[in-house]
């Protein structure tokens, strides 16, 4: 069985750089959003045995929300397919969630790509959904080569429980980065910016779910919310919207908090920390630490390609607020850093 390692965190720590890095490694599969673009662990991971075909719909089935806001003009700066479209559209039939983000990141193909896995997966055997996905990781390294596999996606922290439980050998290490300078991030991020929203319409109508919101619910909102549950949408109801800085710095806590609580009940040889600050100041020592952490080996052009990538552009933006902006971000951000420094396990330890 190939090592398998799932890079987990709130988003907006570095990792999509870090699937580019790891992309780079001949040693390693990098599956850059797999989990995002399935959209969450009981359809990803449904808690019953599946046919190749139906797994297959699980794969190839569009994102519904991704797709409402290409067509609503706000993709994500992450959707690869939306740069170079092929024959999908999100205008007409959807994205396949493996091509969105999965794929392009793996070859310039994504439509060739996806079209020889539908030929293999739709004949699989019926088996449980752990063991299809474990399958599709070893179709994807045999074709686009890696003895190791790293899934790797933004806002997967709440997923560590479901995915330890569907993958009960994998290894986990939280990309984090300092709690005002990630959540000044995710304030000018369009799919947190959705988030926000989203979030408020579920705790007004009292579901757990947007498929479970009844038209009695949808009636019941603000004509700005609901306008957000249409097939399109006008962007400036997201570009626009007057979400307070400290709610973002809230959201990063709660995450952060929820999150490491996860991590913490997982056996100890299992998971890490990598902090990108730390990736920044020490790119070899980190890369390698990871890299050995993955069931990889990692090589000197390897990390000199990988510290090149790197940029601490964005690194201490937060201190550039108003004092008093920044001092209510922090504060915002108080109980997730307390969670972060008590969940702390770095790679090179």
């Not at 397919?81 to 007409?92: L, M």
């Not at 790509?113 to 752990?130: G, I, Q, S």
């Not at 070893?138 to 933004?154: H, I, P, Q």
């Not at 005002?180 to 579920?202: F, N, Q």
Request: charged content about 20%.
């Amino acid at each position: 069985m190939r090592p398998l390692t799932f890079v987990v965190g709130t988003g907006r720590s570095g990792s999509t750089a870090l699937s580019t890095i790891l992309n780079a490694h001949p040693g390693i599969l990098s599956l850059n959003e797999l989990l995002a673009s399935l959209q969450d662990p009981a359809r990803a991971l449904p808690d019953r045995p599946l046919t190749g075909e139906e797994f297959w719909r699980i794969l190839a089935a569009p994102n519904a929300v991704f797709d409402t806001m290409t067509r609503s003009g706000i993709p994500l700066p992450e959707f690869l397919y939306t740069r170079s479209p092929g024959r999908h559209s999100a205008e007409t039939g959807g994205i396949p969630a493996l091509c969105l983000m999965v794929l392009p990141h793996l070859t310039d193909d994504p439509d060739a790509a996806l079209d020889a896995l539908a030929a293999e997966v739709t004949a699989w055997p019926v088996r449980p959904a752990p063991g299809h996905h474990l399958a599709l990781f070893d179709l994807l390294a045999r074709r686009f080569g890696g003895t190791a596999v790293v899934e790797r996606s933004g806002y997967s922290l709440p997923w560590v429980p479901a995915l330890h439980r569907a993958f009960p050998h994998a290894r986990f290490v939280h990309l984090h980065r300092n709690g005002p300078d990630c959540a000044l991030s995710m304030s000018r991020h369009p799919g947190y910016r959705t988030i926000l929203p989203l979030r408020e319409i579920l705790q007004r109508a009292h579901v757990e779910t947007l498929a479970d919101l009844t038209p009695q619910h949808i009636a019941s909102l603000p004509p700005d919310l609901t306008a957000l549950l249409a097939d399109r949408f006008d962007p400036s109801l997201i570009r626009d919207r007057a979400i307070p800085l400290p709610d973002f710095g809230a959201l990063w806590s709660e995450i952060i908090t929820d999150g490491t609580a996860h991590l913490n009940a997982l056996p100890v040889d299992q998971w890490a920390t990598l902090a990108y600050e730390d990736l920044l100041d020490h790119p070899h020592r980190e890369l390698a630490a990871l890299a050995h952490f993955a069931g990889s080996e990692p090589t000197r052009d390897w990390l000199d390609h990988a510290a090149a990538l790197l940029s601490p552009a964005h690194r201490g933006s937060a201190a550039r607020l108003q004092p008093a902006e920044r001092a209510a971000l922090e504060h915002a951000c108080t109980p997730g850093t307390a969670a972060l420094t008590a969940a702390h396990r770095p790679l090179t330890q």
